[in-house]
Each structure stands twice: as structure tokens, then as C-alpha cells.
């Protein structure tokens, strides 16, 4: 319909208003993907990101070699570089940050054509297609007029926390949406607090111990099996599986996140 929803909200008898720009639509239902605005609210963590996809004069990339983390030095966060090639030619470049604040357009290119000047030197390219996108590293607590209001995307807590990824729950819950609306059950999405829980410990980690983070990242990648990692950023791992992987980790200052949290009442949803 391509127009602009300025607001939503609970009529009579169980039936909620849509405003557009120019319309108003009735519906007993209302799934609302519209972003809220956190850029405001201070100390919250974000992963910000901007990739470019290069095309080399000359084949220079192992297209069978992807680069996942590449760590660069930075004090207010996380800094790290993928290269994810299509071929010997051409790759995607990104650069990403999970830090309080997102940066402007021009920094991040200067970090991808730094970053090909030190591992391309002297090479001649062309840049393509470009990425870039904000996700918040955080879970809100959104509250909707009514239960037939329902906050979908980002503003319903879809997307992970710690890696940014909200497909996958975009998937499950789309499926138990329509399950319930068949069933004519009540539309209320479960959220699996384990991971949850897991994902504001680590994203506490971030913010606070980040000069420490690559040797937790190592640890992660290294010390674990690739399926058992996959189930774990999936969030599809047996708890027997999670706590082995959790042992891998450094321990210290997880734990010491995690009372934090509990201690500062940050554990519940902002
Ligand atoms: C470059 C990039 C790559 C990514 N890669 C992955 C990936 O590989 N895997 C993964 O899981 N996640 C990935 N993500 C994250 C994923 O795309 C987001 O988490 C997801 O799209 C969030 O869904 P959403 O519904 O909240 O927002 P969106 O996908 O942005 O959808 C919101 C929709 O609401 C519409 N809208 C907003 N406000 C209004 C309004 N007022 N009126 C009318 N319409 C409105 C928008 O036009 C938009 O269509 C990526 C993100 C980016 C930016």
C-alpha cells in the first residue's frame, strides 16, 4: 500500500485505528513493525556496520578463504573487519562496531579503504554495492495498547542481542502467529529467556571488558565445535551443550557480568 503509518491505536469493540498519511484503516489485528527510537537513550550497546563490495583489477582473493573477525584497534568497543569473497575478483568488505555509538558514513569507509591499502597494497579496485545497517544489542520492553497490537521485527525483541541476527526468530514466530490465529488462540509470543538472559550477560561483557573481547572470541571459535557453535547462535543447543561451551568461556568476567546485572536490576527489559 506504500504509505507512511503515523500512529495505531485501540477503537471500540476490540477494533484498533491505523493512521496513515492519508488513510485510516480498521483491523481486529495489528502487527507493528515500525522501529522505536532508542538513539536517544545513553549507554546502550549497538553493532554498526558498513560493507562495500570491491571488484579487483586482478584476482587477488582465495574465494574458498572467508575472514570472519578481523580485530582492529578501538577504545570505546569492538572494531572488526569481515571479507566474505564471491569470488577471485570481487568480496564484500565490512566493517563493524559493537560500541555506544554509531559513527558517521565517512568512517567507516576510511576503515575499509585503510584496511585494503594494508592488505591489498597498491592494487586497483572499484567499489559496488553498498551495506550498512544499526542494530541494537539490547531487549526493550515495549508495551502495545492492546494484546491484539503486536510489536513484530526489532521492536518485538526478534532480533538476537549478541549477534545482531533475527531471521531465524522472524521464521518461528511468524509460524506460531499463524498457528495461534488459526487456532484462535491468544497471539502472546514466547520468548526463550535463557537465551536472553545469556545474550544481556554477554552484551554487559562487551560494553565493559571490550579491550578483552578478542580473547573471547578466540576462546568461542577456537575452543568449540563448529555444529555446537551453530547451536548456540542459533539458540537451539541443550543446556548440557551450553554450560560445556560456557566453560570455554572466560568465566571470571562473565560471572562477574552477570551479578552486575542482577545487581543494577538491568536483568529486566529496558
Ligand atoms: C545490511 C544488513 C544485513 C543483514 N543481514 C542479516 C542476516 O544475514 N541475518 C539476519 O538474521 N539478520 C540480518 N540483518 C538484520 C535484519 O535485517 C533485521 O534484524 C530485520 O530486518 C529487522 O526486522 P524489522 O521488521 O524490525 O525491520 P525491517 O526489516 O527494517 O522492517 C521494518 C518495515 O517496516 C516499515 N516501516 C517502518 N516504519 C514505518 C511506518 N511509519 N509506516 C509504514 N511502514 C513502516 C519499513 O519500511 C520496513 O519495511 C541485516 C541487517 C542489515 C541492515
Redesign the pocket.
Known amino acids: 500500500m506504500n504509505?507512511?503509518?503515523?500512529f495505531v491505536l485501540s477503537h471500540k469493540e476490540g477494533i484498533n485505528l491505523i493512521k496513515?498519511d492519508n488513510s485510516v484503516f480498521k483491523s481486529k489485528f495489528v502487527f507493528d513493525?515500525?522501529?522505536k527510537k532508542y538513539l536517544n537513550k545513553k549507554n546502550l550497546l549497538f553493532q554498526h556496520?558498513y560493507?562495500t563490495e570491491i571488484l579487483f583489477q586482478k584476482p587477488l582473493i582465495d574465494k574458498n578463504k572467508v575472514t570472519l573477525m578481523d580485530f582492529q584497534k578501538f577504545n570505546n568497543g569492538i572494531h572488526f573487519l569481515y571479507i566474505l569473497p564471491f569470488s577471485s575478483r570481487k568480496a564484500l568488505f565490512e566493517t563493524t562496531y559493537f560500541s555506544k555509538e554509531p559513527l558517521n558514513d565517512s568512517i567507516y569507509k576510511l576503515d575499509i579503504k585503510k584496511y585494503l591499502k594494508k592488505k591489498f597494497p597498491n592494487q586497483k579496485y572499484k567499489s559496488k554495492f553498498i551495506?550498512?545497517?544499526?542494530?541494537p544489542m539490547f531487549y526493550t520492553n515495549q508495551k502495545s495498547p492492546n494484546k491484539n497490537i503486536i510489536n513484530?521485527?526489532?521492536?518485538?525483541n526478534?532480533?538476537?542481542a549478541s549477534?545482531?541476527?533475527?531471521?531465524?526468530?522472524?521464521f518461528i514466530n511468524s509460524k506460531e502467529i499463524t498457528d495461534k490465529l488459526l487456532k484462535k488462540k491468544k497471539l502472546k509470543i514466547e520468548t526463550n529467556k535463557k537465551i536472553k538472559f545469556l545474550d544481556k550477560v554477554f552484551c554487559y561483557y562487551i560494553a565493559n571488558y571490550s579491550f578483552d573481547s578478542k580473547n573471547f572470541f578466540k576462546s568461542f571459535f577456537f575452543k568449540n565445535e563448529f555444529k555446537d557453535i551453530v547451536s548456540f547462535l542459533t539458540g537451539e543447543i541443550k543446556f548440557f551443550k551450553m554450560v560445556l561451551i560456557i566453560l570455554t568461556l572466560p568465566k571470571k568476567k562473565l560471572l562477574f557480568s552477570m551479578f552486575k546485572l542482577i545487581k543494577n536490576n538491568q536483568i529486566n527489559d529496558k
Not at 3 to 6: A, L, V, Y
Not at 152 to 156: E, L, M, P
Not at 163 to 170: C, E, I, K, L, R
Request: charged share 15%.
Open positions: 504509505q507512511n503509518i503515523k496513515s513493525s515500525r522501529p556496520f560493507g551495506e550498512k545497517g544499526i542494530i513484530i521485527g526489532t521492536s518485538g526478534w532480533v538476537r549477534t545482531g541476527y533475527s531471521f531465524q526468530n522472524s
